[in-house]
């Protein structure tokens, strides 16, 4: 149990803790960002919200969005991306944008019920700015050997959350010796950077 409450403060507070993520989280957290207000500026002033709102809300799913949509499987680091690859990750962050947005509106509405306070255009619109901005780091670690430098903290942070999720696809966290093996190498490797 202390464990996994030691992995879950890690992951919770790493985008910004930790130097090696750090790049990686504020070029994920513009991206998604600019591409957010861009689609909503094209779709009309009904699904307009300003830019801090868009911002406090990209900073949250990053710290959901692997651990929540580790039932999808393993995503390919951005150097690793292709084409193909990026257009099936707009599936993975449905969970994290759902919770984060009920999240949120609690706060100003108190408990309710989550389809009055999200649509569906606003969930589109959250997930293709989420894939145009791993789109746009896989364009960028493969055509910069010192942004897929500092886009690689990023990946190793995504691939540590998704590790230690209980949503994982293939095995139970924490239940087989080969997991255990992959995190404390995983764990290990953050500890040497």
């Known amino acids: 149990m202390a464990e996994a409450a030691k992995d879950i403060l890690w992951n919770s507070i790493s985008a910004i803790a930790d130097d090696s993520v750090l790049t990686s989280t504020g070029i ?93 255009v606003d969930l589109l619109i959250m997930l293709v700015a989420k894939d145009l901005a791993y789109g746009g780091k896989a364009v960028l670690a493969q055509n910069s050997e010192s942004m897929a430098q500092n886009l690689a903290g990023g990946d190793n942070q995504f691939a540590r959350q998704t590790l230690v999720s209980r949503l994982l696809a293939n095995e139970k966290a924490g239940q087989s010796t080969s997991y255990l093996a992959k995190k404390e190498a995983q764990y290990s490797a953050r500890k040497s950077e």
């Open 28 to 120: 994920t957290v513009a991206q998604e960002t600019v591409y957010s207000k861009l689609i909503r500026k094209m779709i009309g002033k009904r699904y307009n919200k300003g830019w801090m709102e868009l911002l406090t809300f990209s900073l949250l799913t990053s710290q959901t969005d692997a651990g929540m949509g580790a039932w999808y499987g393993e995503r390919p680091s951005a150097t690793q991306a292709g084409f193909g690859d990026v257009l099936k990750e707009v599936i993975r962050p449905v969970v994290s944008c759902l919770f984060n947005n009920y999240v949120v509106a609690v706060g100003s509405n108190g408990f309710h019920n989550p389809l009055k306070t999200f649509g569906f």
